[in-house]
């Protein structure tokens, strides 16, 4: 059963750092793509990072230049380190399969979801 399982959520202050984690199980996942998606309360699931089969990355503009997606070394983890967390950075993480050949920022371009974790910043 294909299964993603998120970790590293927490509760930081502004400024901070946080690394998120994502482990695959089911099968091998070395050949999709992932993707990081956050919603917080009362607003709609939003794309955040995504990363290729062959290790191309993509971010939404909000957090270009402080969040990295990268692949763990058995390729079976994709992680999302989080740096200069903002208040506004506040809400569930999840992680997601990309459908091959889909865009990338909409929920509908994934069909596997993990549970995911909670990220929270203080100001």
């Known amino acids: 059963q294909v299964q993603l399982v998120e970790s590293g959520g927490g509760l930081v202050q502004a400024g901070g750092s946080l690394r998120l984690s994502c482990a695959t199980s089911?099968?091998?996942?070395?050949?999709?793509?992932m993707g990081w998606f956050r919603q917080a309360p009362g607003k709609e699931r939003e794309f955040v990072s995504g990363?290729?089969?062959?290790?191309?990355?993509i971010y939404a503009d909000s957090v270009k230049g402080r969040f990295t997606i990268s692949r763990g070394n058995a390729k079976n983890t994709v992680n999302l380190q989080m740096n200069s967390l903002k208040p506004e950075d506040t809400a569930v993480y999840y992680c997601?399969?990309?459908?091959?050949?889909?865009?990338?920022?909409?929920?509908?371009?994934?069909?596997?979801w993990g549970q995911g974790t909670q990220v929270t910043v203080s100001s």
């Open positions: 997601a399969r990309h459908i091959l050949g889909s865009s990338w920022n909409e929920a509908h371009d994934y069909d596997v």
């Open positions: 089911g099968r091998t996942y070395s050949n999709y793509g």
């Open positions: 990363i290729s089969g062959s290790g191309g990355s």
